[in-house]
């Protein structure tokens, strides 16, 4: 099992930064690690993920161009770099880790979750 730990939200302004960080500890098999969020009354959604062994990222198309998603393997921290924030983007967001590679989208693909940051913007 992997453990996950989540840091990094926090309140901006529309066109503001943050960058989501996820520490893991534990299995560090071939996996693949996301991002989800979730807002008040919806349904999670993925955002991000990348799997370990090929380090090609996946992206939402509501956040493509504005976030960044990246691991540092040696460290086993995965990050979320968040850019030109926009209200919509308010939510809690998760990591979540897979073991191999998982069609990113679907949240049942995943064992393993962060308990979760909140991301809030606001004018």
């Known amino acids: 099992a992997v453990h996950l730990v989540e840091n990094g939200g926090g309140s901006v302004q529309p066109g503001g930064s943050l960058t989501l960080s996820c520490v893991e500890s534990g299995d560090y098999n071939s996996r693949t690690l996301a991002w989800f969020r979730q807002a008040p009354g919806k349904e999670r959604e993925g955002v991000a993920a990348?799997?370990?062994?090929?380090?090609?990222?996946w992206y939402a198309d509501a956040v493509k161009d504005r976030f960044t998603v990246s691991v540092d393997n040696a460290r086993h921290i995965l990050y979320l770099q968040m850019n030109n924030l926009q209200t919509e983007d308010t939510a809690m967001y998760y990591c979540?880790?897979?073991?191999?590679?998982?069609?990113?989208?679907?949240?049942?693909?995943?064992?393993?979750w962060g308990q979760g940051t909140q991301v809030t913007v606001s004018s």
């Open positions: 979540a880790a897979a073991r191999w590679a998982v069609p990113w989208r679907r949240a049942t693909e995943y064992n393993d």
């Open positions: 990348i799997y370990t062994d090929v380090l090609s990222p």
